[in-house]
C-alpha cells in the first residue's frame, strides 16, 4: 500500500511562495489521483485540491484556486503542490494521499497513505 511523505514547508511572509514536495513509496502511485489537504488548528482537515493519475485534470478549493498549483513526476514518484501569493489564513499542516476512487474526490475519507504532513506558517 503507497505510503507518501510531504516536505517543503516552512514560514513565508505574506504574498511570498513555496513548494511542496509528495514523494511516494510504490510506483503504483502513478496509477493514482492524490489530493492535498491541509488542517489548520481547531479546525478540521479542508480540501486544498487534486490532480488525476496522469496528470491531465486539477480540482481546487475556492479559497486556493489562481494561487496554488498542482503537479505531478510519476517518473520520481512525486506529486507538487505549488502555493503562490500566500495568506495567513493558508498557515497550516498540509497533507497529501492518494485516492481510492477513479473520479475527483473532496473528502478525506476517500484518500489513504497519508503523510505526518508539513507544516506551513505565512507571518503577516
Known amino acids: 500500500q503507497v505510503q507518501l511523505v510531504e516536505s517543503g514547508g516552512g514560514l513565508v511572509q505574506a504574498g511570498g511562495s513555496l513548494r511542496l514536495s509528495c514523494a511516494a513509496s510504490e510506483r503504483t502511485f502513478a496509477t493514482k489521483a492524490m489530493g492535498w489537504f491541509r488542517q489548520a488548528p481547531g479546525k478540521e482537515r479542508e480540501f486544498v485540491g487534486c490532480i488525476s493519475s496522469r496528470g491531465t485534470f486539477t480540482y481546487y478549493a475556492d479559497s486556493v484556486k489562481g494561487r496554488f498549483t498542482i503537479s505531478r513526476d510519476n517518473a520520481k514518484n512525486t506529486g507538487y503542490l505549488q502555493m503562490n501569493t500566500l495568506k495567513p489564513e493558508d498557515t497550516a499542516v498540509y497533507f497529501c494521499?492518494?485516492?481510492?476512487?477513479?473520479?475527483?474526490?473532496?473528502?478525506?475519507?476517500?484518500?489513504?497513505?497519508w503523510g505526518q504532513g508539513t507544516q506551513v506558517t505565512v507571518s503577516n
Open positions: 494521499a492518494a485516492s481510492v476512487k477513479s473520479y475527483y474526490t473532496r473528502l478525506p475519507t476517500d484518500y489513504y497513505g
